[in-house]
């Protein structure tokens, strides 16, 4: 067995730390976790390189996109499971998941009267997407992804995604992202301002963390400094739908 390095060791104290839900009553750690941890930690490679021709869906739906460039468009939300990150603040139930073929997702699309579908997760990187975005391309639909940065793309995927939304989790973001529509940050106590990557991005969205009054005024006085970048509230989250 490879010993745990320091820094996953690290990170496990961390996570105890904050009394995580990550480790079970006799203080091992919880087998999807332990699992996923180092990768978070140590690598930008995909966690899986399948041939794509089946995916792990956590959930399908229609919806507003809530964010960023693209606010109120109807769209239709192919949520993959799975991720190579586990943040301490993360509210998305990514774990459970279908097994789909790229046909029975195009048609759950095709159900539905819509423009364009957003992959997001979970990481959605951390699976082969390339037949499924080739699929809905050829379809004529549009199609965003969101992603954590962390993962290099299969350049391939360019052809086929047309907006690329990238929500930073860690302190900078892979090489291989050759081209970001809107960088999306939240604004809380780690959020420091002179890591955002402004270069690389159309687009610079700051969203206040929880809508919290403190965070929403740190957020104006930083556009005052930047008043190229803008501020992203979540309106699914105000109108109170998914
Ligand atoms: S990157 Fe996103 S989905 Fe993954 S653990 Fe962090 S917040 Fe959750």
């Known amino acids: 067995m490879v010993e745990s390095s320091f820094i996953d060791r690290a990170f496990i104290g961390i996570c105890r730390g904050f009394g995580s839900r990550l480790f ?6 919880r087998r999807e976790h332990r699992d996923a941890a180092p990768t978070a930690l140590g690598s930008a490679l995909p966690a899986e390189r399948e041939d794509g021709r089946v995916l792990n869906v956590n959930e399908m739906f229609w919806s507003i996109e809530g964010e960023g460039v693209r606010v109120g468009e109807p769209t239709f939300f192919v949520r993959l499971a799975g991720c190579n990150l586990r943040c301490l603040f993360c509210d ?127 957020t104006l006085d930083i556009l005052r400094r930047h008043p190229d970048w803008r501020i992203s509230c979540r309106i699914h989250k105000i109108l109170d739908v998914q």
């Open 24 to 29: 079970r009553k006799d203080g091992s750690m």
């Open 92 to 218: 998305t139930d990514f774990a459970s998941f279908e097994e789909m073929t790229v046909d029975d997702i195009v048609s759950e699309v095709q159900l539905r009267d819509v423009t364009w579908v957003c992959i997001t997760g979970g990481e959605p990187l951390c699976q082969n997407i390339l037949p499924v975005c080739r699929s809905l391309f050829r379809n004529n639909y549009r199609i965003h992804i969101e992603t954590n940065g962390t993962i290099d793309p299969d350049p391939r995927l360019y052809e086929y995604i047309e907006h690329w939304t990238v929500s930073p989790k860690t302190q900078s973001i892979t090489p291989g992202l050759t081209y970001i529509t809107e960088l999306k940050y939240v604004v809380g106590k780690g959020f420091r301002e002179e890591r955002v990557e402004e270069l690389r991005s159309d687009y610079i969205y700051l969203q206040p963390e929880s809508s919290d009054p403190e965070h929403s005024q740190r």
